[in-house]
């Protein structure tokens, strides 16, 4: 009995500490948390686009990502910021872009077809190339995928603190969930550390985990020469 506690309580933990991470990442993809901190550290100074729109692209990828996965909203919100954008030329007296996405393309601001080809061979300063939106794609199949295992492993880790309760005293439900906690704030450490001492490191061997198909390093080499 007790080696079966031992293996309950460290399935427990283990359990206990996705669940954590879990809870935690759901949180900051929620609509207002994504809003609030894309309006903090929208990089505005270096983009052609102000804030605002930057923050407006920043609500739609989360949508396209986590939530209702329509590309062809995504694809719509970038059209309208480029619109604005290139009015914005155009009042001022200047020549848009060579490398602009070609918006005359677009009659139909629903039609997916139609929006991929006006951003065609543009620049990835007014648009998501075709990887950068494979790899969104990507990221709404792994939450997809991994959903129900992070709702199962949330199953475990209750019954298995239900379990410590019942069979041995209050005392060893607070370790565990302490043990869990700290297990999680251990790894995130050792993980900023890394991120901090060598963060393309750490980029690249994090995309290389959860997206083998490496359409995501495109976005590495973006980050790198910005």
């Known amino acids: ?28 993809i929620q609509p207002p948390v994504t809003h609030t901190l894309s309006s903090w550290f929208a990089k505005d100074a270096i983009s052609p686009f102000d804030r605002t729109q930057l923050v407006e692209v920043a609500d739609a990828t989360r949508e396209f990502s986590f939530g209702s996965h329509n590309e062809a909203e995504l694809y719509r919100v970038i059209f309208l910021v480029d619109t604005e954008y290139q009015q914005s030329i155009l009042d001022a007296g200047g020549t848009v ?5 070609r918006l005359d393309r677009v009659t139909d601001r629903s039609s997916l077809p139609q929006l991929k080809s006006a951003f065609a061979g543009a620049s990835e300063l007014y648009c998501y190339s075709e990887n950068t939106v494979s790899h969104l794609d990507d990221c709404y199949s792994l939450a997809a995928r991994a959903f129900p295992l992070l709702i199962i492993a949330a199953a475990v880790a209750l019954v298995g603190l239900v379990f410590t309760g019942v069979t041995g005293r209050k005392r060893s439900v607070g370790i565990t969930l302490m ?3 700290i297990a999680v704030l251990v790894a995130f450490v050792a993980l900023g550390v890394w991120a901090v001492v060598d963060f393309d490191g750490f980029f690249r061997m994090f995309h290389q985990l959860f997206f083998s198909q490496g359409n995501w390093e495109q976005l590495a080499d973006l980050r790198a020469a910005n």
């Open 97 to 101: 872009p060579g490398d602009f996405p």
């Open 179 to 181: 043990a869990a906690g």
């Open 1 to 28: 009995m007790k080696v079966f506690k031992g293996i309950v309580a460290i399935l427990t933990t283990i359990t206990l500490a996705v669940s954590f991470v879990a809870a935690g990442f759901a949180a900051c």
